[in-house]
């Protein structure tokens, strides 16, 4: 049974497809590929207009219920809990889903850190930043982090032109190694509109400046217009009370991570609960399906030689051991077929499906 210790949480937190397959939720580290749901034939679909700048949510947003199902078509049922503040091991170990990562009931609290983006026409490679990575807690207060001007990004990226409802897969959860002066290393999924403006986001990322440790942790993002916003907030509404942005994952472990609009938001997905939901009215109900699913891995890093691990640290090309985004589906889309590849010389990728990849390395240390 689920450890529940969250009171409901159906309130706006702002600071700062539907599938048949029935598998169960919790896969094994492999990321092998489940059937795909037989793909709905795309329509034609008007152009999608530019969003409004993002403005102050409304004083009261209608609380909404998720789909009865989740994105591959499971009954949502709770995940198992570990204590509060349990680290990615005692989860592994336990055999558990996720925890919040300390006990003092703080409330969510949106972190704005570097956060990169790969879209139809290229990626973020790089952008300014005062923003200084925090040494990680066991390292001496000598060990002070170096002091910054750039940040660097580099990707191991699945991609297509799809207008969907959303999309959802596999992914390997791992622990990399992040080095002392980079900002973090993930992996996630992304539903963007075709111009790249708008985006959801969900993933699992390693970043001491955003979590606080080194373990991996649940998070969500948006853009609006192409305005990068922040982590795990920013207009996220709540809505499981057993697993929120900002948790405690475990590692190598294999999750399922989905996105999907439904009743006028942008509805998050993890394991067999939904999370949560982005209300349409932040891009002002102009964004509604995608036009674009990204999936990749991501390091940001001080240069673009960093010295930290993507994935589990193993070579994406030539290790059948690497971390793996697999079994990729779009909601009403039309079959997938990923556009699969490297910014980086330090890590690589390897397509091993129309719908699944290895992907990482050591980076270049």
């Given at each position: 049974?689920?450890?529940?210790?969250?009171?409901?949480?159906?309130?706006?937190?702002?600071?700062?497809?539907?599938?048949?397959?029935?598998?169960?939720?919790?896969?094994?580290?492999?990321?092998?590929?489940?059937?795909?749901?037989?793909?709905?034939?795309?329509s034609?679909?008007?152009?999608?207009?530019?969003?409004?700048?993002?403005?102050?949510?409304?004083?009261?947003?209608?609380?909404?219920?998720?789909?009865?199902?989740?994105?591959?078509?499971?009954?949502?049922?709770?995940?198992?809990t570990?204590?509060d503040?349990?680290?990615?091991?005692?989860?592994?170990?336990?055999?558990?889903?996720?925890?919040?990562?300390?006990?003092?009931?703080a409330?969510?609290?949106?972190?704005?850190?570097?956060?990169?983006?790969?879209?139809?026409?290229?990626?973020?490679?790089?952008?300014?930043?005062e923003?200084?990575?925090?040494?990680?807690?066991?390292?001496?207060?000598?060990?002070?982090?170096?002091?910054?001007?750039?940040?660097?990004?580099?990707?191991?990226?699945?991609?297509?032109?799809?207008?969907?409802?959303?999309?959802?897969?596999?992914?390997?959860?791992?622990?990399?190694?992040l080095?002392?002066?980079?900002?973090?290393?993930?992996?996630?999924?992304?539903?963007?509109?075709?111009?790249?403006?708008?985006?959801?986001?969900?993933?699992?990322?390693?970043?001491?400046?955003?979590?606080?440790?080194?373990?991996?942790?649940?998070?969500?993002?948006?853009?609006?217009?192409?305005?990068?916003?922040?982590?795990?907030?920013?207009?996220?509404?709540?809505?499981?009370?057993?697993?929120?942005?900002?948790?405690?994952?475990?590692?190598?472990?294999?999750?399922?991570?989905?996105?999907?609009?439904?009743?006028?938001?942008?509805?998050?997905?993890?394991?067999?609960?939904?999370?949560?939901?982005?209300?349409?009215?932040?891009?002002?109900?102009?964004?509604?399906?995608?036009?674009?699913?990204?999936?990749?891995?991501?390091?940001?890093?001080?240069?673009?030689?960093?010295?930290?691990?993507?994935?589990?640290?193993?070579?994406g090309?030539?290790?059948?051991?690497?971390?793996?985004?697999?079994?990729?589906?779009?909601?009403?889309?039309?079959?997938?077929?990923?556009?699969?590849?490297?910014?980086?010389?330090?890590?690589?990728?390897?397509?091993?499906s129309?719908?699944?990849?290895?992907?990482?390395?050591?980076?270049?240390?």
């Amino acid at each position: 049974m689920s450890n529940s210790r969250r009171g409901p949480l159906a309130a706006a937190l702002v600071a700062v497809v539907v599938g048949s397959i029935g598998l169960a939720s919790t896969l094994n580290a492999g990321a092998e590929e489940v059937p795909e749901p037989a793909p709905i034939t795309e329509s034609s679909a008007p152009a999608e207009p530019e969003a409004s700048q993002e403005a102050d949510a409304p004083q009261e947003e209608p609380e909404l219920s998720p789909p009865p199902r989740l994105p591959w078509g499971q009954v949502p049922t709770e995940i198992d809990t570990g204590a509060d503040g349990a680290t990615s091991q005692q989860l592994s170990s336990g055999g558990l889903d996720a925890a919040a990562p300390d006990s003092d009931g703080a409330p969510v609290v949106g972190e704005y850190a570097p956060k990169g983006k790969s879209t139809r026409t290229g990626v973020l490679s790089s952008e300014p930043t005062e923003i200084i990575p925090p040494k990680p807690p066991a390292m001496s207060t000598a060990a002070g982090a170096l002091p910054l001007s750039t940040v660097f990004f580099s990707y191991n990226v699945g991609s297509q032109a799809a207008v969907t409802e959303g999309a959802y897969a596999n992914f390997t959860i791992t622990k990399p190694s992040l080095a002392l002066t980079d900002f973090h290393s993930l992996a996630e999924l992304a539903v963007q509109s075709s111009n790249g403006s708008q985006v959801v986001e969900v993933g699992w990322t390693v970043d001491r400046l955003v979590n606080g440790d080194s373990d991996p942790h649940l998070f969500v993002y948006h853009w609006v217009n192409g305005v990068p916003t922040c982590y795990n907030a920013c207009g996220f509404v709540q809505y499981s009370q057993n697993v929120s942005p900002g948790d405690t994952l475990p590692q190598n472990a294999t999750k399922r991570l989905g996105i999907q609009y439904y009743d006028g938001a942008w509805w998050i997905a993890y394991d067999t609960e939904w999370v949560g939901y982005f209300p349409g009215s932040i891009w002002s109900n102009n964004f509604t399906q995608s036009g674009m699913i990204q999936a990749f891995g991501e390091v940001a890093g001080i240069s673009l030689a960093p010295c930290t691990d993507m994935g589990n640290g193993l070579d994406g090309a030539s290790d059948n051991s690497a971390a793996r985004i697999g079994s990729v589906s779009y909601i009403n889309g039309p079959a997938v077929d990923l556009y699969v590849r490297s910014t980086s010389p330090y890590y690589d990728v390897a397509k091993l499906s129309n719908r699944t990849f290895r992907y990482g390395g050591p980076g270049a240390c």
